[in-house]
């Protein structure tokens, strides 16, 4: 498993991602609105899709949606102010992205700001829901898989690779009859530094609905019922 900085592949779920980024961004998220996904500090922030770099071509929508009423009237109210203070949030932009925005909006001034996550937040940390692939296999448990999202995100950002997912886990606990209210640890697989956990378990005979919780190096977990 090699890791590199946050890339577009991280962001493959659009409604997730805008979720994500207003969350890390502290974003004060607008419900219903056609033109905005929020606002933060007094500016109207709109997220670009984030599986690409953003380009001119991205902003027609959000120029067809514009409140131009209310900018003539702030700008008959205030000429000297910006009739509106707008951010945009992306991955990577063509260079002349604010540039042109305002060219093109000319009869109306405005304060464009472009936030740029891979290169202005680069450092930002998105916290995202682990996953896991654990399967039965015949009469075994196995986990295939496991990607605790945030604790790779830190790893990607430091840099280091991980040939295992079983170096990214704390411990591995197992019930094999969960009643679905109380978890009740029949296998407790904590290794010591120099190991790993297993990660293939044989299944007991009586063996019902299966949970497993699998904790991290960040001690986050993750429940999965098999």
Not at 14 to 22: G, K, N, Q, S
Not at 35 to 40: I, L, N, P, R
Not at 102 to 112: A, G, N, R, T
Not at 180 to 190: E, F, L
């Amino acid at each position: 498993m090699i890791l590199t900085k946050p890339n577009y592949d991280f962001f493959r779920n659009p409604v997730e991602a805008r979720d994500l980024i207003i969350q890390a961004l502290e974003i004060q998220p607008f419900e219903q609105s056609n033109v905005w996904d929020g606002e933060k500090d007094g500016r109207m922030v709109k997220i670009m899709p984030v599986n690409r770099i953003a380009t001119k071509a991205d902003l027609e929508e959000l120029k067809a949606n514009l409140p131009y009423k209310t900018y003539e009237k702030r700008k008959e109210e205030n000429p000297s102010q910006p009739v509106e203070k707008i951010t945009i949030v992306c991955m990577g932009h063509e260079p002349d992205l604010a540039a042109s925005f305002q060219k093109e909006l000319s009869d109306y001034k405005l304060d464009i700001e472009i936030v740029d996550i891979l290169r202005d937040k680069s450092e930002l940390e998105l916290k995202r829901e682990a996953e896991a692939e654990v399967v039965r296999e015949g009469g075994k448990l196995v986990i295939r898989a496991f990607y605790p999202m945030n604790l790779l995100q830190k790893l990607s950002l430091q840099k280091e690779y991980v040939e295992d997912w079983r170096q990214l886990v704390e411990s591995i606990m197992i019930d094999w009859n969960y009643d679905g209210v109380v978890m009740q640890p029949a296998v407790t697989d904590i290794p010591d530094k120099k190991s790993l956990v297993l990660g293939v378990y044989d299944i007991p005979d009586d063996a019902g609905t299966i949970k497993v919780k699998i904790t991290d190096l960040l001690s986050e977990s993750l429940e999965v019922e098999v």
